[in-house]
């Protein structure tokens, strides 16, 4: 019994040796950052930090009732981004964490004055950063961007800053991007970063009779050779979805009468750098699987098939001959060229760059295979093969 008594008297000296969880806060004592803003303003740095209710968010998870959890958005500014932050720092009221950050998002004007390597070279020294957050341009006032809520009451994380892989899943037109692949596209030779720029619609939706301003992917900005060169809208860029391998769904008319609404999936695409008279030269196949969304005429199913072709060489033509125009690889040919003849690259490009030209593109080489006619079986005219009687 003895022996027993001095075991376990033992047992609990010890335990007061081992380590525990003494400084463990309550999610109400901290203020957890769920997105960046990076601004340049008056010869000065401007950081905005979007910062979320998140103990609202686990309510909401507990079907306590829809409410939308508050939004803070606070500013600060600086010579530089890490001098920026430090005076948000200093009025914070509790401490700031890092570590949930969803997205981060650069104004042009930013961009234009090479913020971007400044504030990936003070985050990558946080050990709490993280680089599996969206990356975004945008050219509205990013307090506006910030303070653009969901409908319904729905949380922040599931909008498009927090969540746009579930919209681009639905409907594939601009690519979202992770900070990683930014960062892997941005250090590549003769590097091409297609970065999406947001804007606000102001009046498309509506809630309770109201205004409710959006978010949505506006356009492309590129990053090329770790500078800004300029933006497109998506009037200007249609053809990048088939030439972006993670396009998923969208949707096409295939000829100019109208005739049909086609979607279309998953284009497989190949891109292939050659050398023809000493000069640089790019084909290009593409091959897609489609059906009719809607038929407005009835139509044979090739002549949608060609007009469905013709259509998208038009849009991969057109989104090439406009980078070529403003100096800009729209589609990445450089770093492909690059890829396969380095010793050529080193010998024509310009300033770490192949400067392209109007006549480098020349086939592209596309394939339409129209499946069927949607979950309707609307009749269309395929083609019937002849039978002897």
Not at 244 to 266: G, M, N, Y
Not at 292 to 316: C, D, F, H, M, R
Not at 319 to 347: A, C, M, N
Request: hydrophobic residues 35%; proline residues 5%; charged residues 25%.
């Amino acid at each position: 019994m003895l022996q027993l008594r001095k075991c376990f008297i033992i047992l609990l000296a010890s335990s007061v040796l081992l380590s525990g969880c003494w400084n463990a806060r309550d999610i109400e004592q901290l203020i957890y950052i769920d997105s960046i803003g990076v601004d340049y303003v008056d010869k000065k740095v401007v950081v905005y930090l979007q910062i979320l209710g998140f103990s609202n968010i686990a309510k909401k998870e507990g079907n306590a009732g829809r409410q939308q959890e508050p939004i803070a958005v606070v500013k600060g500014a600086g010579d530089t981004f890490v001098t920026a932050i430090a005076q948000i720092y200093s009025s914070a009221q509790q401490r700031l964490i890092w570590s949930h950050v969803h997205s981060i998002v650069f104004t042009t004007r930013a961009l234009k004055h090479n913020l971007f390597d400044q504030t990936i070279d003070s985050l990558d020294r946080y050990q709490e950063f993280r680089y599996t957050i969206w990356t975004f341009a945008t050219t509205e006032p990013l307090e506006d961007i910030y303070n653009a809520r969901p409908i319904l009451g729905i949380s922040t994380l599931y909008s498009q800053l927090g969540d746009p892989k579930d919209v681009y899943s639905q409907y594939s037109f601009i690519r979202p991007l992770l900070l990683f692949r930014v960062i892997s596209e941005y250090q590549e030779p003769n590097g091409v970063v297609r970065l999406p720029y947001l804007s606000i619609r102001k009046n498309q939706w509506k809630e309770d009779g109201r205004q409710k301003p959006h978010l949505m992917m506006e356009g492309i900005c590129y990053l090329q050779n770790k500078k800004f060169v300029g933006c497109f809208p998506r009037s200007d860029v249609l053809g990048i979805r088939w030439i972006e391998q993670e396009t998923e769904r969208t949707f096409l008319h295939p000829d100019k009468r109208k005739s049909a609404i086609l979607t279309v999936e998953r284009p497989r695409v190949k891109i292939k750098p050659q050398m023809q008279r000493g000069k640089p030269a790019f084909d290009i196949d593409i091959k897609v699987d489609a059906y009719t969304t809607q038929l407005l005429n009835p139509t044979p199913v090739p002549i949608l098939e060609k007009g469905a072709a013709k259509q998208i060489e038009s849009e991969v033509r057109a989104l090439y001959q406009k980078g070529v125009q403003s100096g800009i690889d729209t589609i990445g040919l450089g770093h492909l060229f690059y890829r396969k003849y380095p010793r050529e690259w080193h010998r024509l490009n310009r300033d770490g760059r192949l400067v392209l030209t109007y006549d480098m593109l020349k086939k592209v080489r596309v394939k339409v295979n129209l499946t069927d006619g949607g979950i309707a079986k609307v009749r269309q005219h395929k083609p019937q093969s002849s039978s002897k009687h």
